[in-house]
């Protein structure tokens, strides 16, 4: 939304300043020749990051030893170098267990990427076959979502 603000205003400014050199006489009146213009324009480009999951949902089974590893896709688009964490409020039925969510390591460059495992959450030590919906929130570089029961999210920071 920023970078569409940015890119609307830019073209505002050119239109305004070009208009002056269209007018080859003060009468208005065109003489044949042509005017030219030269305008310095600066654009100031914002930080901009977006992580989006490919689904509103995780559904998460735990097998026979109360424990499991589950993967949700998704992407990340950026306009600037930044890196990912991941949090997880478990449902509030899934009282037992332990539940670690891991993303993407590293530095990711500008770009758009899609990642098959954008968010990975382990459990261990929970009852075997316990069946649950995890929510995936999706978030921006300078929106991060307050997370509710049985929801996760991967947070995007820009590296300086």
Not at 80 to 85: A, F, G, K, R
Request: with cysteine; charged share 20%; proline share 6%.
């Amino acid at each position: 939304m920023h970078r569409l603000l940015t890119l609307i205003g830019a073209v505002v400014i050119i239109c305004l300043l070009a208009v002056p050199a269209l007018a080859a006489n003060p009468d208005g009146s065109w003489d044949g020749t042509s005017a030219t213009a030269t305008v310095d324009i600066s654009l100031t480009i914002l930080p901009y990051a977006e992580v989006k999951f490919d689904k509103d949902t995780l559904p998460i089974t735990l097998n026979k030893k109360g424990s499991g590893k589950f993967h949700a896709k998704g992407q990340v688009w950026c306009n600037c170098p930044v890196t990912l964490t991941a949090t997880v409020r478990r449902p509030a039925d899934a009282n037992k267990g332990k539940w670690k969510p891991q993303t993407v390591l590293g530095t990711i460059e500008p770009g758009k990427h899609e990642y098959r495992h954008l968010l990975t959450i382990s459990i261990s030590k929970g009852t075997r076959g316990d069946t649950f919906t995890l929510g995936l929130v999706n978030s921006t570089l300078d929106e991060t979502p307050q997370l509710e029961q049985g929801q996760a999210i991967v947070t995007v920071r820009q590296i300086p």
